[in-house]
T-cell receptor, first 113, second 113 residues
């Protein structure tokens, strides 16, 4: 069966420090991968998605970047965090453009201080 | 373009009350429809889905019927519990040339004992 792992679960980082959040998927190949952000009490904002290794689409220009160094690995990064980057970050995967929907990771609560 | 409109929250109910969360969609053709649930501090989980018109998705006492005539997929539960307190998202799978799930803005449900 397929599983998705996202870590860390919580993270407190100082302003100006770098960020690396990792997401991996097991039990499938060539998944579509997604990074979402969810501010407190708000809906979901799609940040990046990837349909293959090295292929990244950015939805919102900002202080973040994404990379997909391996088929089932998706990384969200920042060189210098801002206070406004504090949020709940969610990774998800899907079997391409299908009717099966997404499977989400458990999320990372990032607090920038 | 494709969109999902969900009733605005928050919704507060007493235990054992009846729940309805409205969802309507705009899409080409007859896509699958999803309801996701997000419990506090967690990622999203697929709650139920329907893949064609007149289908009824059900899970954990929740139901939603795919109504193509009214382009709706309302979520219902006959008797809510405190443990149902969560945010509920209605969603469409990727349409046309898109790779992205289309989410509603989410409805926060609080059930009081």
């Amino acid at each position: 069966s397929q599983t998705i792992h996202q870590w860390p679960a919580t993270l407190v980082q100082p302003v100006g420090s770098p960020l690396s959040l990792e997401c991996t998927v097991e039990g499938t190949s060539n998944p579509n991968l997604y990074w979402y952000r969810q501010a407190a009490g708000r809906g979901l904002q799609l940040l990046f998605y990837s349909v293959g290794i090295g292929q990244i689409s950015s939805e919102v220009p900002q202080n973040l970047s994404a990379s997909r160094p391996q088929d089932r690995q998706f990384i969200l990064s920042s060189k210098k965090l801002l206070l406004s980057d504090s949020s709940f970050y969610l990774c998800a995967w899907s079997e391409g453009r299908t009717n099966y929907g997404y499977t989400f990771g458990s999320g990372t609560r990032l607090t920038v201080v | 373009g494709d969109s999902v409109t969900q009733m605005e929250g928050p919704v507060t109910l007493s235990e054992e009350a009846f729940l309805t969360i409205n969802c309507t969609y705009t899409a080409t053709g007859y896509p699958s429809l999803f309801w996701y649930v997000q419990y506090p501090g967690e990622g999203l989980q697929l709650l139920l889905k329907a893949t064609k018109a007149d289908d009824k998705g059900s899970n954990k006492g929740f139901e939603a019927t795919y109504r193509k005539e009214t382009t709706s997929f309302h979520l219902e539960k006959g008797s809510v519990q405190v443990s149902d307190s969560a945010v509920y998202f209605c969603a469409l799978p990727p349409q046309g040339g898109s790779e992205k799930l289309v989410f509603g803005k989410g409805t926060k449900l609080t059930v009081n004992p």
